[in-house]
């Protein structure tokens, strides 16, 4: 079954075509789009600051293990994951995994391509002059009643744009992705830097870098910190498939931690390159800096209908947004196209179609968002809303989470040991550590807070019999001390192949005698053999339990 993925074609032809691609998956609407808003929104230097703190202690090391689990496992996202799985003797359910990649991935290009349509549709608009004279008023109309509000245009952009992605993925590896990113990316880079130049040359730069990098730690609030982890996940593309589709199509000798390195660094280079371009002229053009999702569309065309060479410059900023919106729209595609091709045998190009097809007509729903459905509110807000909402703050951290125990915990160490190549044995304990015990806690507080699970779950084991607190900072705090003190134990005693236990563990969690489920999980610690003893009288199997004394003897980290 993984026979497809394993087939020559398959497989980068350098090491810079890999990059190349994964570093267009990472740059993306997120970068550019997103990345400015955020930062406007979140206060400036201090969202930057714990971005980069977060994109290399948290998301670097998930983004090595993604690549470990699709290298090793050799094929699209929940095959890899069984598979992987299975090579550690652990159960084929952890494909999961993968399952959440493949669907969270086919949701996100669902919306993706409406919001890159409309980067389309702006970069037409401004090099044919129809943005001429805008006033601050008038370009807030324009968004939302002339662009967003008519569903033709709207629809007409997504449909372009799906039929790009669709055509590049259905020519493969080799002839569409490797083709794409070599052309598209450099060209970005480029456009990029020049826009840069451009900016801090007649915008405001000293304000704009005083905005972007003096961080007044005061603005710190536990929505900043969730925002930023949630954004250097989306920004690194991590946890949705993508990479770890990728990491299927990486030859053995490549060093993963070196390759996840370069593209880690390279998508914070952009994103940074992206506010360089975009804050001088938000300061220079008195605009708002928390504008919001509309910074770029509402807020840029009125500086680029003032400057001199707008109609250019706009034109290269939207050309360049749509260029980088389509390399990771490529990568969304592509595992639901790769798990169509290995599990149901369909040739690639009919894949590409169908799966296009069906992420095209769900992302309907997206573009009635914003004209005919958007008075229909449930839950979250619209259709578009709520799709966003369970695919950024359920599927990414809990997909993230999962990888992170998965590789650190469950799979067999020497195998992790023989995939991470290239680095020291301090930095590999590290990066090991920061997988194991720093990502699982931060991912789970995200997971809890985000999602709101956090009120359920607190709510269920209600510390000390206060209530639930309203002050979200509190809740962060006691959710990953929930996470830590109840949940752990018993992923730790499932990691040990004592079902029973975890389950022991898991029960009273829920029935809030936590010391107890820990004094089990330190007994097993110590004394394995007598818990193994109370496992044989459970009934369990002998070849159960040779594998976890097999493996007990074999784990150190
Ligand atoms: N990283 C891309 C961006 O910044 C989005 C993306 C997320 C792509 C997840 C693939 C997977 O726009």
Not at 18 to 35: E, M, P, R, T, Y
Not at 259 to 264: K, P
Not at 363 to 374: A, R, T
Not at 491 to 510: C, D, I
Request: include cysteine.
């Amino acid at each position: 079954m993984a026979g497809a993925a394993g087939s020559p074609e398959k497989t980068w032809s350098s090491r810079t075509a890999f990059i190349l691609a994964a570093v267009g998956s990472a740059v993306g609407l997120g970068n550019v789009w997103k990345f400015p808003y955020e930062v406007g929104a979140g206060g400036g230097g201090a969202f930057v600051l714990i971005y980069l703190v977060f994109v290399f202690a948290i998301g670097l090391p998930v983004m090595i293990a993604e690549l470990l689990v699709g290298r090793r496992g050799h094929a699209a996202p929940p095959i890899a994951a069984e598979t992987v799985a299975a090579g550690s003797q652990r159960h084929k359910s952890w494909a999961w995994l993968g399952w959440i990649g493949v669907i969270g991935a086919f949701f996100v290009l669902s919306f993706y391509s409406v919001i890159a349509g409309f980067s389309l549709s702006y970069m037409v608009e401004t090099v044919t002059g129809r943005l001429g004279d805008l006033t601050p008023e008038a370009s807030v109309k324009h968004f939302t009643d002339d662009i967003g509000g008519s569903f033709a245009i709207v629809f007409g952009w997504h449909t372009l744009f799906m039929v790009l992605t669709v055509f590049i993925v259905a020519r493969g590896i080799k002839g569409g992705l490797e083709q794409a990113v070599t052309y598209l990316m450099p060209a970005l880079f480029v456009l990029l830097v020049g826009m840069v130049i451009y900016s801090l040359s007649v915008g405001e730069a000293g304000k704009a870098l005083q905005f972007l990098f003096q961080p007044r730690l005061s603005d710190l609030t536990t929505d900043n910190i969730l925002q930023a982890l949630g954004q250097a996940f989306f920004s690194l593309s991590l946890a949705l498939g993508a990479i770890m589709t990728y990491g299927a199509y990486v030859p053995r000798d490549y060093s993963l931690p070196r390759s996840a390195f370069i593209i880690a660094a390279a998508d914070t280079a952009v994103a940074i390159l992206a506010g360089l371009a975009i804050f001088p002229l938000v300061f220079q053009y008195g605009l708002e800096a928390n504008a919001g999702p509309g910074l770029v569309f509402i807020t840029l065309p009125l500086a680029f209908a003032e400057m001199p060479g707008g109609v250019i410059v706009g034109g290269a900023f939207f050309l360049l947004l749509s260029i980088a919106a389509l390399t990771s729209a490529i990568s969304l595609l592509e595992p639901t196209v790769s798990w169509l091709e290995e599990k149901r045998g369909i040739a690639r190009a009919k894949a590409a179609v169908w799966g296009g097809l069906a992420i095209y007509l769900v992302g309907i729903g997206s573009v009635m968002s914003f004209n005919v459905w958007s008075d229909v509110t449930f839950w979250r807000g619209t259709v578009l809303d709520n799709i966003d909402f369970i695919t950024n703050n359920v599927m990414m951290p809990l997909g993230g989470l999962g990888i992170a125990v998965f590789v650190a915990w469950f799979m067999n160490p020497e195998a992790v040991r023989s995939e991470v190549t290239g680095i020291s044995d301090r930095l590999y304990k590290a990066w090991l550590n920061l997988l194991g015990f720093v990502c699982p806690v931060a991912l789970a507080a995200i997971f809890f807070s985000v999602s709101g699970a956090d009120r359920l779950v607190l709510r269920i084991v209600d510390l000390a019999g206060y209530g639930v607190s309203e002050d979200p900072g509190e809740r962060l705090l006691h959710a990953t001390i929930v996470f830590i003190v109840m949940i752990m134990p018993s992923l730790l005693a499932a990691r040990r192949r004592h079902p029973q236990l975890a389950l022991l563990a898991f029960v009273n969690v829920v029935a809030g005698w936590q010391p107890i489920g820990w004094l089990f999980c330190l007994v097993w610690a110590h004394r394995p053999d007598l818990l193994t003893a109370t496992r044989r009288a459970v009934g369990a199997r002998d070849d159960r339990v040779q594998a976890s004394s097999d493996e007990r003897s074999g784990s150190a980290g």
